[in-house]
T-cell receptor, first 113, second 111 residues
């Protein structure tokens, strides 16, 4: 377990507003990921980071941006929330030294109305 | 294009019997495979993994089998217990790169 905490855990927001989800890990893991989970789609990668200020797009990155200014924090921003971004968002982290296993946070439930 | 597929959305098994969850993949470069378990309102938790150099890995009641020629892996749970009722995701990766997940199989173990 990587000691990953996500905030907020639940949020309701209006269409068109910006939203930032925060992921914080205490294990000094280098790699961090943001996934979204939707029925019928499983877990899909939004963005990932291989280190501070080193981020890249995943398969469903449109409408999302990320920032990693510190090893322990990985922020996911919805610039202008849409109803299609209503989802459960999971952060994950990985230490290459501990093998090919990623560990997940508890999730952030986002509803865009 | 879905690189990792779980074609059975749900599975029901009697307590004490074997549960077999299946997963197929398309990318022959994948060299590491994982299974995660997810309860409602919680994050996925790591269950078991296997490297592509092996064809079987066991951990207690859980065994993962890998058939590289068929690009298929399976998770066997025996004996199944009610607490095993959850959604199971398989995942695959090329070491050092992204992880790809299947759509999940919801397992119900009937007491």
């Amino acid at each position: 377990d990587a000691g990953i905490t996500q905030s907020p855990r639940h949020k309701v927001t209006e269409t068109g507003t910006p939203v930032t989800l925060r992921c914080h890990q205490t294990e000094n893991h280098r790699y961090m990921y943001w996934y979204r989970q939707d029925p019928g789609h499983g877990l899909r990668l939004i963005h990932y980071s291989y280190g501070v200020k080193d981020t890249d797009k995943g398969e469903v990155s449109d409408g999302y941006s990320v920032s990693r200014s510190k090893t322990e924090d990985f922020l996911l921003t919805l610039e202008s929330a849409t109803s299609s971004q209503t989802s459960v968002y999971f952060c994950a982290s990985q230490s290459p030294s501990s093998g090919n296993t990623i560990y997940f946070g508890e999730g952030s439930w986002l509803t865009v109305v | 294009d879905q690189q990792v597929k779980q074609n059975s959305p749900s599975l029901s098994v009697q307590e004490g019997r074997i549960s077999i969850l299946n997963c197929d993949y398309t990318n022959s470069m994948f060299d590491y495979f994982l299974w995660y378990k997810k309860y409602p309102a919680e994050g996925p938790t790591f269950l078991i993994s296997i490297s592509s150099i092996k064809d079987k890995n066991e951990d207690g009641r859980f065994t993962v089998f890998l058939n590289k020629s068929a690009k298929h892996l399976s998770l066997h749970i025996v004996p199944s217990q009610p607490g095993d009722s959850a959604v199971y995701f398989c995942a695959a990766t090329v070491t050092g790169n992204q992880f790809y997940f299947g759509t999940g199989t919801s397992l119900t173990v009937i007491p």
